[in-house]
Nanobody, 126 residues
């Protein structure tokens, strides 16, 4: 079983930056990929970014390309999401997930992820 804990959310102004963390504990199969998704009120949980186990592959939603950066520190079992130039439309609950099968062209699909954290709220005021 894998447990994920997100942290780093908060209330910021448009143009500010935040760094989210996702720390994992427990056992996983092989070298899993980790993704960040977000869910705004009344909307679906949408893909934001993903990274493979070694950190050599990343993938971003078009809406965050050039502003968000995903990275990982396997020694700390932590994946980060650096969010710069935040906009009001980035307001959402941000969740991290584990995809135990690793990297694939379907890494942006929510259904691929087996484990989720409880989420951390990000609110961007304009």
């Amino acid at each position: 079983q894998v447990q994920l804990v997100e942290s780093g959310g908060g209330l910021v102004q448009a143009g500010d930056s935040l760094r989210l963390s996702c720390t994992a504990s427990g056992r996983t199969r092989g070298g899993p990929a980790t993704g960040w998704f977000r869910q705004a009120p009344g909307k679906e949980r949408d893909f934001v970014a993903a990274i493979n186990w070694s950190g050599t592959n990343t993938h971003y939603a078009d809406s965050v390309k050039g502003r968000f950066t995903i990275s990982r520190d396997n020694a700390k079992s932590t994946v980060y999401l650096q969010m710069n130039s935040l906009k009001s439309e980035d307001t959402a609950v941000y969740y991290c997930g584990i995809e135990e099968s690793g990297w694939s062209r379907f890494i942006n699909l929510r259904s691929r992820y087996e484990y989720w954290g409880q989420g951390t709220q990000v609110t961007v005021s304009s």
